[in-house]
């Protein structure tokens, strides 16, 4: 048995810079990785089946990212052992914090240990990138600036941070989000930069406030505090504070069916 946590991620700006033949959008973006989990447990199986061990609720086994990762990442491996896989979710799903995604990733790192495959990191952020942008940075493990689809990733400085992160309780369609933004002008490419300053946005935002006016509302409650950011293309904000007690002050004041935590990014 072997179990991992697979932590969240916020995006400290996002900018879409072009769009690719394919279709995907080119995007610049700093990624912060913060203690806000999901549980893993991986348990080895001799009769070479990959099955999800525990339930998620609202996904079927055959669309658990970590189920597909795993198949993927055998398909690759030939002979390679099965597995039970249990995760037990923390971070909210589609709220634009990596979640599924981080545990993707976690998947990959943990099956290359357990079934003594040897594959470099690389590769394994090749296979990511198959099962989704944000995969690779969670297989690189560190903050990172992303460009092109999220996966051409670079170090960036960032200082430990303490951000209050709050999910207003519903998800949001990514697919749904960049299909409403084609048309929108591109922002235009900027510097890897030590520092990310308050000049940088998310160019999402406006978008999906229109579409989910329930993110401006959340949006437009914190910014009574502080700087206030979506993050990535879901519906969850963020504010960097300076203590656990001030961030907790403000989530006794959120409305019930939004969900904050305090959250602690980790320095570069």
């Not at 080895?44 to 990762?69: F, H, P, Y």
């Not at 519903?170 to 000049?199: C, M, Q, W």
Request: with cysteine.
């Amino acid at each position: 048995m072997l179990k991992r946590l697979a932590p969240a991620k916020i995006n400290l700006f996002l900018h879409v810079t072009g769009r690719f033949d394919d279709g995907y959008h080119e995007l610049q973006t700093a990624y912060h990785l913060i203690d806000w989990c999901d549980e893993i447990e991986f348990e080895l199986t001799s009769d070479g089946s990959i099955a999800q061990g525990r339930a998620i609720e609202g996904v079927e086994e055959a669309n658990d990212i970590t189920v597909l990762a795993a198949r993927k990442l055998r398909s690759c491996f030939p002979g390679s052992q099965g597995v039970i896989i249990r995760c037990k979710k923390h971070i909210p799903i589609g709220a634009g914090l990596g979640g599924g995604s981080s545990d993707a990733a976690t998947t990959l790192l943990a099956l290359n240990e357990l079934w003594e495959l040897g594959a470099e990191l690389s590769l394994l952020a090749e296979i990511g990138l198959e099962i989704g942008a944000d995969v690779p940075v969670f297989v690189f493990g560190k903050n990172a600036w992303a460009e092109g689809k999220g996966e051409i990733l670079s170090s960036v400085s960032v200082n430990e941070q303490l951000y209050l992160v709050v999910y207003p309780g519903f998800s949001v369609s990514t697919a749904r989000i960049f299909e409403a933004f084609h048309g929108t002008p591109f922002t235009e490419k900027i510097a890897n930069e030590p520092l990310i300053t308050g000049d940088v946005v998310n160019d999402l935002e406006a978008i999906t406030c229109t579409l989910y006016p329930e993110v401006r509302k959340l949006i437009d409650f914190l910014k009574k505090w502080g700087l206030t950011r979506m993050t990535g293309s879901g519906s969850a904000a963020f504010i960097p504070i300076q203590s656990r007690e001030f961030g907790e002050s403000i989530i006794s004041e959120l409305p019930a069916a939004w969900i904050g935590r305090v959250c602690l990014g980790q320095s570069s």
